[in-house]
């Protein structure tokens, strides 16, 4: 079975003063060594990107993109899942649920991905396990 990678955990793993560093590292490490695929969408990676590179620096970027990127099935989202979040984000009519959000929910139920590496509660919200599944961050942006 697979496991979503979404963008609080990457941060969590990448910032040392986050409140989560730990239990991420941890849990990182754990699915490192495991056999479970490790999958996001193009989506959350310039997302994390994006949040790294204002936070960190440039450097975060590169590190991302020769050491975590690599490990990751990296789902593109087509327009079709695209039209879906963006509807979806406007159905909910909930200011801290994003389009990336929502389409990591669709991109998990049409891969039959039932489990998440997350701190973020909307997962949960829409019904999915979360690894470490502590810790929750509360339904916010990261």
């Known amino acids: 079975m697979s496991i979503f990678v979404d963008t609080s955990a990457v941060l969590s793993v990448l910032i040392d003063t ?13 699915l490192l060594d495991g056999a479970e695929p490790l999958v996001t969408t193009n989506y959350t990676v310039v997302e994390f990107c994006s949040l790294a590179q204002r936070r960190l ?6 590190f991302i993109r020769t050491t975590i990127v690599p ?14 979040a963006v509807e979806a984000v406007l159905t ?12 990591s929910f669709i991109t998990m139920r049409r891969s039959g991905i039932t ?9 949960a919200e829409q019904g999915f396990d979360l690894l470490p599944g502590a810790g929750l961050l509360p339904s916010a942006s990261p």
Do not use: K, M, Y
């Open 92 to 103: 909910a009519h909930r200011r801290d649920l994003s389009i990336v959000d929502c389409a």
């Open 115 to 123: 489990s998440a590496f997350t701190f973020d509660s909307h997962f």
């Open 57 to 62: 620096g440039v450097e975060a970027v590169r």
């Open 18 to 30: 986050d409140e989560f560093h730990a239990q991420a590292s941890e849990t990182w490490r754990r």
């Open 71 to 84: 490990v990751l099935n990296v789902e593109w989202v087509d327009p079709l899942t695209h039209d879906e």
